[in-house]
């Protein structure tokens, strides 16, 4: 009868553990889709956003609509650390790692701390808001403090019909 009721406890807990996580690792679904990418009042990119290796990463495909620039990343819930995880690379070389979680109405994704050759130090993020089906707002920011951050790039996502 006690290895009956240990195992129904095991059960009930590993199943409540599993809704507690559930959200988290379904916080970006949002995002996957094709969408056209709207910056100074016209379209300028498309990102192909598709969930890979059995819905457990999101993998992006960013293009400028000329050819001029490219770039990938790959997010993934780290159930483990109860965070989200973003690896972004481009054809310019550039490589970046994000943590991100939800705050409020928005996701946001911040990045390491980056220090100049004079020594500055620099942070960076990704802001998405305003999320709806068909739209959302993204944001790149930049910061030397931290606390105070300017926008260095503002995209108007738009689902493709």
């Known amino acids: 009868m006690k ?24 916080l ?10 709207t910056w100074q009042d016209s379209v300028r990119a498309t990102n192909h956003v598709r969930s890979i290796l059995n819905e457990k990463v999101i993998e992006e495909n960013f293009s400028y609509l000329d050819g001029s620039f490219t770039g990938r990343s790959w997010s993934m819930y780290d159930s483990a650390a109860a965070k989200w995880r973003q690896t972004w690379v481009d054809d310019s070389g550039a490589f ?26 620099n942070y960076r993020r990704m802001i998405f808001y305003s999320i ?29 019909n």
């Open 96 to 121: 970046f790692s994000f943590t991100g979680r939800k705050e409020g109405d928005q996701v946001i994704f911040e990045g390491d701390e980056t220090v100049t050759k004079n020594g500055q130090k």
């Open 3 to 26: 290895a009956i009721f240990s195992s129904a406890l095991i059960i009930l807990f590993t199943s409540m553990n599993m809704i507690a996580v559930q959200p988290d690792r379904h």
């Open 28 to 37: 970006m679904d949002f995002w996957v889709g094709e969408w056209n990418c």
């Open 132 to 160: 709806k089906n068909e739209s959302f707002e993204w944001d790149w920011q930049g910061s030397t403090d931290h606390v105070s951050w300017n926008s260095l790039w503002h995209i108007k996502y738009t689902r493709k």
